[in-house]
């Protein structure tokens, strides 16, 4: 099942250019370009954020809990490597400028931006952090 729907992409992609873009009638140019925004995502997601939870289909007949911003980028990177293989001259500019703050977005959540996004837990339940605490001594020994 694909995290994203075909009409996820009625916001920002008219019919006739997204037959244009991948003239197939199974999409298997786009859900490969999805995949490939999918993965860049989690890349830079990955270590703070639960990437399986962010990116859980919506059910059908189920409410779409899908965070839209998340759907938006990955609609936008998706839609930038479509259009990339057209060559770099034939990249509309709408599409690089909207890939270029996918991108930044992303580097500022990946390092110190907080996001609305489900975190990485541990086994109990608590947040996972980045931060490791350990020492040569053992916990009783109460020694500095």
């Known amino acids: 099942m694909r ?3 075909d009409s996820d992409y009625a916001v920002q992609l008219r019919d006739e250019i997204a037959l244009i873009i991948d003239p197939t009638t199974e999409r298997s140019k786009l859900i490969r370009a999805e995949d490939m925004a999918i993965a860049q995502i989690k890349n830079f997601l990955g270590g ?3 990437v399986s939870k962010i990116f859980t289909p919506v059910a059908d007949g189920a409410d779409d809990t899908r ?3 998340i ?3 990955t609609i936008d990177l998706a839609l930038y490597h479509l259009w990339s293989k057209e060559g770099g001259n ?3 500019k709408t599409r690089e400028l909207r890939y270029s703050d996918a991108l930044e977005w992303l580097k500022a959540v990946q390092y110190d931006h907080s996001a609305n ?3 990485i ?3 109990s339940g608590e947040t996972a952090s980045d931060i490791r605490l350990w020492s040569r001594r053992s916990l009783s020994d109460n020694q500095y």
Do not use: G
Request: glycine share 0%; net charge negative.
């Open 48 to 50: 703070k954020y639960d």
């Open 71 to 73: 759907v938006m980028i």
């Open 90 to 92: 034939n990249i509309p």
């Open 117 to 119: 996004l489900p975190l």
């Open 3 to 5: 995290f994203l729907n």
């Open 121 to 123: 837990t541990n086994e």
């Open 67 to 69: 965070d839209a911003y």
